[in-house]
């Protein structure tokens, strides 16, 4: 399961960072369009006008967060490696997460939806067991081996 949860990690990383790298790129292109258009429906003051700036608002920092999520879920992948799947379940969880809330849609949903296997997988990665102490040669069974 570790490895289950480790290569769906690793897809949910890619597929997070390349639409954050893309949206960035998009976004930065059209930015003096942007601004200008932001200027224009300000002086409008039009309901609708103003839904959309808030949207594109939205998307810039979903931006934001799709690439923190790669970040993150490359940590989790880190996380999961070393056999600590509850807390990586846990960082896989907020990567994918927040770029769906702070979009209010389920689009980055779908091409982030590796981080949602990787967490289901991540519960059942099996931490490394505890290596238990010999006994000595001579030491009575009750004598404390502290």
């Known amino acids: 399961m570790r490895i289950a949860a480790l290569i769906f990690g690793l897809l949910g990383v890619a597929g997070s960072g390349a639409l954050g790298v893309k949206w960035m790129t998009d976004i930065s292109e059209k930015k003096p369009e942007l601004d200008r258009a932001r200027e224009v429906i300000a002086t409008s003051g039009s309901p609708d006008a103003l839904e959309k700036v808030a949207k594109l608002d939205r998307l810039i920092y979903t931006t934001y967060t799709l690439l923190a999520g790669a ?4 940590l989790g992948c880190v996380l999961v490696f070393t056999r ?6 846990a960082v896989f969880f907020v990567a994918f997460v927040t770029p769906l809330v702070v979009a209010q849609d389920i689009k980055p949903g779908v091409i982030t ?5 990787a967490i289901l997988f991540s519960f059942f990665v099996k931490p490394l067991p505890v290596a238990r102490r010999k006994r000595e040669p001579g030491i009575p069974v009750g004598t404390d081996m502290v």
Request: hydrophobic share 65%; no cysteine.
């Open 84 to 89: 600590k799947g509850a807390v990586a379940a």
């Open 113 to 117: 939806s590796g981080l949602a296997l």
């Open 71 to 74: 970040v993150l879920g490359l």
